[in-house]
């Protein structure tokens, strides 16, 4: 049976933007938007057009710019946010305007300081307003993971007679647990009327830590696109990482999906958005992250220099890195010692080695990390024969 697509949405631009000291400028988002095409995104949201005369132009340049992948430009339910966002898209080969407005008991009364009945209203003009500007109309229920069930269902029906092509189920604040996530995904597949003429979609956000468990439990109730950003980044602790959703999918493959991302970019992305957002990657982030494939425990090190599975699921040149790291520490065993003195050019015998590995020790208590040039230095104070 063929893998379904889940497709993927990628809001680097926009809600990764959001984050406090991560403004980037036109040209930047031009060079992000043309490495999302090469990885295999299918939609960019390329930034919120109404929001100010510079993002305007960052949507529009980015909408001419894209020949594959749809251009999505963000709008609350607001006649005018509409209107500018779909003049940003006039350029773009496929355009998509995403609206919405907060369905939750919270948003509603404290935020909209309106009715469930006044929210439905606006809901259902929004989208016909977008829709009367293109085909392609997402819709989003703000604050989704903390809505009534029943409610939503009743605004994501009303969203599908409307016009909606896509529906966004976000857990804007990262509340949610992940079966209770799914769960909510499959209630409204099976609970909305025209469900199986739109695309249900996940947007979780990390405040609890649980962002891609999240959207993989809303692929496993039904959801068919992933809504998430380079690095994790976005608002608070962050969106969905892409690389960590895609990965998932990827390495699981009795699930039997598919996302069309070009898996061997993701590190080459990481890092350009990386330094373009000046946001550094955690070492130990999944995926991409400088440990992420690096082994310092002597334990880890022997099985991984034996058969790499042993403690690798993915092979690192899969995501883009070069190879997996033995890192010499006061952990590593005889085995990382004798595989990094051979990649330098010595090949010891059993003896010499273990005179290395005494003098190695004592080094190794002195310093978090022995390098290539500690190692050299070993060997020439402690004048071992080589055999090499």
Do not use: W
Not at 82 to 96: C, D, S, W
Not at 112 to 137: G, N, Y
Not at 362 to 367: G, S, T, W
């Amino acid at each position: 049976m063929s893998p379904e697509k889940v497709h993927i949405f990628d809001t680097t631009l926009r809600d990764g933007e959001q984050v406090p000291g991560c403004k980037l400028n036109r040209e930047e988002k031009l060079l992000i938007a043309r490495q999302l095409e090469l990885l295999g995104v299918d939609v960019i949201e390329a930034g919120f057009p109404v929001s100010s005369p510079g993002d305007f132009a960052a949507v529009a340049a980015i909408a001419a710019q894209t020949r594959e992948a749809t251009v999505c430009a963000l709008s609350r339910a607001v006649e005018n946010d509409i209107i500018t966002a779909a003049e940003a898209l006039k350029a773009a080969r496929y355009p998509r305007i995403h609206t919405g407005i907060g369905t939750s008991e919270s948003h509603i009364r404290f935020k909209l300081c309106s009715t469930p009945d006044q929210v439905l209203e606006r809901a259902v003009a929004a989208v016909r307003l977008a829709k009367s500007f293109v085909e392609d109309v997402e819709f989003y229920a703000e604050d989704a993971g903390r809505t009534d069930n029943e409610f939503l269902a009743r605004v994501c029906e009303a969203a599908i007679r409307a016009g909606a092509t896509v529906l966004n189920i976000p857990d804007t604040t990262g509340y949610c647990l992940p079966a209770e996530y799914g769960a909510k995904i499959k209630y409204l597949i099976d609970n909305v009327r025209g469900m199986e003429r739109v695309r249900l979609s996940t947007h979780c956000h990390n405040d609890l830590g649980m962002a891609t468990a999240n959207s993989i439990a809303g692929v496993l109730g039904g959801a068919r696109q992933v809504e998430c950003t380079i690095n994790g980044v976005g608002e608070r602790a962050g969106n969905t990482a892409l690389e960590e959703a895609v990965m998932v999918l990827r390495q699981h493959p009795y699930l039997n999906f598919s996302t069309g991302i070009n898996t061997q970019l993701l590190a080459e992305t990481s890092a350009m958005v990386s330094h373009l957002m000046s946001m550094p990657v955690q070492a130990n982030k999944a995926i991409v992250g400088a440990n992420a494939f690096a082994h310092s425990s002597g334990i880890h090190q022997d099985g991984v220099i034996k058969h790499r599975a042993t403690y690798e699921i993915i092979d690192p040149r899969e995501v883009g890195m070069p190879d997996s790291s033995i890192v010499l520490t006061a952990r590593s065993g005889r085995a990382a010692l004798a595989y990094r003195l051979q990649k330098i050019g010595y090949d010891f015998d059993r003896v010499a080695l273990n005179k290395a590995y005494s003098s190695f020790l004592v080094l190794a208590d002195c310093q978090k990390e022995v390098i290539d040039t500690d190692l050299h230095q070993l060997v020439e104070q402690a004048q071992l024969v080589t055999t090499s």
